[in-house]
């Protein structure tokens, strides 16, 4: 009778079980710690198991933000960031991150509502063909169309978007599948035969570039942010010591070896330091680790590292001889390359004319700026947060000339402290993605350094924020102008401002008072210090509106179609 | 150049999308595209023919179609020596005067006649696509009414030989 009794109530918990508990359960088993999600019609039958679900959720106030979130959170913790939208509408406001994650290899595992399957295709309310949409811009996308592959699906989704060169990936999910009941299903098994990423690089490629290393007279390492990924800035570090081979960094690898090495070149691209951009354009060996030879980066490839050897180390072959002939491709993880690098112990290359060279370009070409107490040097405001936070900040920026200050005068001592929009150059990115940076690391100091324009395409998440309070230091460089924009004008259009000078901008102080978050306007290196002093310990958020000259430009740059060794503005 | 492409995929929904979405995302040239079921459940075969500068495209192409999670199988078979075939049904003008004229057309070709009608005929010819192209040139003259090309699906031969000029069969 008992025994019966039993079970009956096992078979009835086994029907009970909906399309939605499916899918949180699944993201426990992920270990997911936060989920950033919109609710809405299609995704009501989800969010009614959310209401009872202990997993944290964040409600940003616009999707886009909610996915720009969930990359600061990716890119900070390492794990897969998750995004709940509804159909339609919902599903389309998250169009923008999900090509950021896709350019900058962020994972995402971004669940969309659908419309009922019964009526997918007919035009439905709030009906968009989001796997259409998102085809190109996803590392993997799918619907789900059997409560039964709920499991399955979601283990591949967070396999998929986490391993390999990481990218986001899309599951889109009919509202009556959510809502309908299923037996529940044997654990999941993941079933991807046309997924196998290439982890432990071939030996043999590993001793030609040890040998290539040994002989080089001029050798460069161009670090990525592939380093961030397979988490090898240790052994990065390893390998530069035992072969004392310089080390540049891209926009994106920034933090992966430690800018106070004696070895650090600095930041190479358009925007970077003389010594880094020379140093690629007059080696004769680059070793590319984790990078993918951007355009911003490598500047006119005609002109690229003209006479190097070029050896690359990418988890993702396709990246490999994309843009630059490699003479030495190796394909896998770069923390196993690294490994295997450093165990053959190679002969350190006899360098010494070219590391004095090198050490010349730094001494007579560091960054520059005049400086002034009024108006206030955004260079200088940069130098402040560095200092007050001992350069251990998380350092979140928006896109634009803010972005390049802080690359240079934020020189980051170590991994995943740097969260930017590099590959798509997202306006609106920086202030959600300081929120889930720090959701990320609770205790750490996140900035969210952002222009006056980018901050007004997400300034509605500072209610969360200050929901959640959030001591991110939200710091505006308001130059009154689209400052990259204006920069260019001036340079290639004969300062001709089109639509790029906004001086009537609304009043930061007084838009953070309306989300009862403090703020301070600052006009000088003055007052900048005191305010600084203050607030910087602060558990608590505070947006600091830093009025910053209107006309500085960045420097050094390259001109769009020049060489990296035709920098402009290297010196005053 | 013409290079031929064939991939082993996953038959799931969407994957010819990602595929044709990749070719037009990266600027490729497909000229042509053809899908179907393998002697595996669940595993189709797509063979493309896409027109590219020089081999450096190739190579990408192959490396991008490769990374797609549903693709099981990538290769560029153009330079062995392969079977190439593509089917084509062409609707001809045709009175009963000429029907004769235009069936001596078709026999050197192993086309065939599958529908005639009071003025016209279908023809059905299979073959490679330089074939395919001569014939058609040779029936034009008559009137084509419509014309409907499958793409070419390809197969490595079974035996390839060391040293091959012509990488396409003859017949
Ligand atoms: C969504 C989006 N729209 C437009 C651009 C082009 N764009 C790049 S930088 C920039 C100006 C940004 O101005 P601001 O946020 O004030 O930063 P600043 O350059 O002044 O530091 C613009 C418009 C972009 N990157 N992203």
Known sequence: ???????????????????????????????????????????????????????????????????????????????????????????????????????????????????????????????????????????????????????????????????????????????????????????????????????????????????????????????????????????????????????????????????????????????????????????????????????????????????????????????????VPTAIPVVGDAKEALTMLVKQEGKPPEHSEWMQTLEGYKKENPYWYENSDSPLKPQRVTEMLYEKTNGEGIVVTDVGQHQMWAAQYYPLKNPDRWVTSGGLGTMGFGLPAAIGAQIADPSATVIAILGDAGFQMSTQELAVIREMNLPIKIAIFNNRSLGMVRQWQQIFYQERYSHSKIPSQPSFVKLADAYDIKAYEINSEQEAEKILAEVMKDKEPVLLDFRVAENENVYPMIAPGKGLHEMVGVKK | MKRIITLTVLNRPGVLNRITNLFSKRNYNIESISVGETEQEGISRITCVVNVDNDRVIEQITKQVNKQIDVLKVADISDQAVVARELALIKVQSTPQNRNEIYSLIEPFRASVIDVGKDSLIIQITGESEKIEAFIELIKPYGIKELARTGTTAFPRSSQRSNHKTNYSIV
């Open chain 1, 1 to 323: 009778m008992l025994q019966q009794a039993a079970f009956t109530k096992v078979e009835a918990e086994k029907k009970t079980v909906t399309g939605a508990d499916l899918l949180l359960e699944a993201l426990k088993k992920e270990e997911v710690e936060v989920i950033f999600g919109y609710p809405g019609g299609a995704v009501l039958p989800i969010y009614d198991k959310i209401y009872d679900c202990d997993i944290m959720h964040v409600l940003p106030r616009h999707e886009q933000g909610g996915i720009h979130a969930a990359e600061g959170y990716a890119r900070v913790s390492g794990k897969a960031g998750v995004v709940i939208a509804t159909s339609g509408p919902g599903a389309t406001n998250v169009v923008t991150g999900l090509a950021d994650a896709m350019m900058d290899s962020l994972p995402l595992v971004v669940f969309t509502g659908q419309v009922a399957t019964g009526v997918i295709g007919t035009d439905a309310f709030q009906e968009a063909d989001i796997l259409g949409i998102t085809t190109p811009i996803t590392k993997y996308n799918c619907q789900i169309r059997n409560i039964e592959e709920i499991p399955r699906i979601i283990k591949e989704a967070f396999h998929i978007a986490t391993t390999g060169r990481p990218g986001p990936v899309l599951i889109d999910f009919p509202k009556d599948i959510a809502a309908g009941l299923v037996e529940r299903p044997a654990e999941p098994e993941i079933s991807l035969p046309g997924y196998q990423p290439t982890i432990e690089p071939n030996y043999l490629q590993i001793r030609k570039l040890t040998e290539a290393v040994s002989s080089a007279k001029r050798p460069v390492i161009l670090a990525g942010a592939g380093i961030l990924f397979s988490k090898a800035s240790d052994l990065l570090l390893e390998y530069v010591e035992q072969q004392k081979v310089p080390v540049v960094h891209t926009l994106l690898g920034l933090g992966g070896f430690p800018a106070d090495h004696p070895l650090f070149l600095g930041l190479a691209g358009m925007h970077g330091c003389y010594t880094a951009n020379m140093a690629l354009y007059e080696c004769d060996l680059l070793v590319n680790i984790g990078a993918r030879f951007d355009d911003r980066l490598t500047g006119n490839l005609a002109h690229f590292a003209p006479n190097a050897t070029v050896a690359h180390i990418d988890i993702d072959p396709a990246e490999i001889g994309k843009n």
